[in-house]
């Protein structure tokens, strides 16, 4: 008896043990997630503050949307001038529609622009596993900021099959569940916050402009690692919720009475049997949008506008000064 007693208060010592680590833990988590919160709303350079300023603060006239091409390709100041509005650029590196998408929410709930242009770079409506882990992006604003998310939450969902017996035993969103915790939201925002603190990189109105010229060579190498890329996809199809995105974009638009001009800069080699250039096609003539396609553009055939894969300064600067024009002629056309 004795024996079997120290066996029982050995195991509610080791259960209570067990609690008092996990709260320990859930304390340490919430408490790390508030400050990381604070650290991250007080960032002053960045990406980060860049995101802060596009999703609260911005009031430009036109605001230009998308990834790395909107934030390299499109010299807002120049536009700015050429339009005689104040211009934002909001691209981020390494996003997608998802995030012109969040960012078309979130701007629009605490303002309303002249114009929201968004960047629209073909391969961006196919399904991309890294652009959902990129997502990570939305997470600080997951509490504050409700309205986006549902953005957010596709990171959980990407590869649901609603029709499976797991889904239906377990229909929980997995990333719902590690949002629980408050330092889950930063995990890979720590060294970039940092830099921030002591790295300040400044940037034009949001436009950060390449200064090197590609060669021959280079641009072929990009062409081939891309045309690579694409046959070893295992899944190559429109992704359902990057459309949601796009079709998002738009109707809030014409909900606030926004014009929304949807912009395919220009590529180091355009795919014109592409379908996604159908597809886009149909959206905009169904919507009654404005759109520019620059992708098939013989005056910007020439390595001397191109960084890398992006344009250069001297691109960019050719190639706003064509758009500004076009923009301001869709300005002058009233609603």
Not at 223 to 228: A, G, R, V, Y
């Amino acid at each position: 008896m004795a024996a079997n007693s120290f066996i029982s208060n050995s195991k509610i010592k080791f259960f209570k043990r067990g609690l008092i680590l996990l709260a320990l833990l859930i304390v340490f988590d919430q408490v790390i997630g508030m400050l990381m919160h604070k650290l991250y709303f007080s960032a002053t350079s960045g990406p980060e503050s860049e995101i802060i300023y596009s999703f609260t603060k911005t009031d430009a006239d036109v605001i230009i949307t998308g990834s790395s091409k909107a934030r390299h390709n499109y010299n807002t100041p120049l536009i700015s001038d050429s339009l005689h509005k104040s211009c934002y650029n909001s691209g981020q590196d390494g996003q997608s529609l998802f995030f012109s998408y969040a960012t078309t929410i979130m701007i629009l709930s605490h303002h309303l622009p002249k114009m929201i242009v968004v960047e629209m770079f073909p391969e961006e409506l196919y399904y991309k596993e890294m652009h959902y882990d990129r997502l990570n992006v939305l997470l600080p604003y997951y509490t504050d900021y409700p309205q986006i998310r549902k953005i957010a939450d596709w990171r959980g969902t990407r590869n649901e099959d609603t029709t499976s017996v797991f889904c239906k035993l377990f229909p929980f969103n997995i990333e719902k569940i590690k949002l629980l915790s408050q330092s889950y939201r930063y995990n890979s925002m720590w060294f970039d916050l940092l830099k921030g603190i002591f790295k300040k990189q400044k940037t034009e109105s949001g436009y950060f402009p390449l200064n090197n010229t590609i060669t021959e060579n280079e641009k072929q190498k990009y062409i081939n690692e891309f045309e690579l890329l694409k046959t070893r996809e295992r899944i190559r199809h429109i992704d359902p919720n990057k459309l949601a995105s796009l079709i998002g974009i738009i109707n809030l638009c014409e909900q606030k009475n926004v014009k929304v001009v949807l912009v395919m800069s220009p590529v180091l080699k355009r795919y014109s049997d592409d379908p996604v250039y159908e597809l886009i096609d149909s959206i905009v003539l169904r919507h009654h949008i404005s759109y520019f396609d620059f992708t098939n553009d013989d005056r910007f055939n020439n390595i001397e506008y191109f960084a890398d894969n992006h344009m250069n300064k001297t691109g960019s600067i050719y190639f706003s000064s064509i758009l500004a024009q076009k923009l301001k002629d869709v300005l002058l056309v009233k609603p």
